[in-house]
């Protein structure tokens, strides 16, 4: 059974910082990008960013640049996402996701994924 669990989120000022963490299971994991997505209320799911089944290629959104960091470690079947500097507007609900291709123009479209985790609230607010 594939399953994909993001853990991690919570309530967090303005200005700080917070790790989400996304075990995954169920498929070869090794061979798949994973994936961030995040979604708030009201609007679209976005691609936040993702990383190549190594970890050597990475892909971040504009409005998270400088700020988040994707990594992963394969031998614990786990992605993360460390954020930083964190802002009111990036309040909203995380998803982690896993790919078998990942294509640098397409990596932030919710269709290029094929697993999908349940999400994890996160509220920047002070």
């Known amino acids: 059974q594939v399953q994909l669990v993001e853990s991690g989120g919570g309530l967090v000022q303005p200005g700080n910082s917070l790790r989400l963490s996304c075990a995954f299971s169920?498929?070869?994991?090794?061979?798949?990008?994973i994936g961030w997505f995040r979604q708030a209320p009201g609007k679209e799911r976005e691609g936040v960013s993702s990383i190549s089944s190594s970890g050597v290629t990475t892909y971040y959104g504009n409005s998270v640049k400088g700020r988040f960091t994707i990594s992963r470690d394969n031998a614990k079947n786990t992605g993360y996402l460390q954020m930083n500097s964190l802002k009111p507007e990036d309040t909203a609900v995380y998803y982690c996701?896993?790919?078998?291709?990942?294509?640098?123009?397409?990596?932030?479209?919710?269709?290029?994924?094929?697993?999908w985790g349940q999400g994890t609230q996160v509220t920047v607010s002070s």
């Open positions: 996701a896993a790919t078998l291709a990942l294509s640098s123009s397409r990596w932030s479209s919710t269709s290029s994924w094929y697993y």
């Open positions: 169920g498929f070869p994991s090794e061979y798949y990008a």
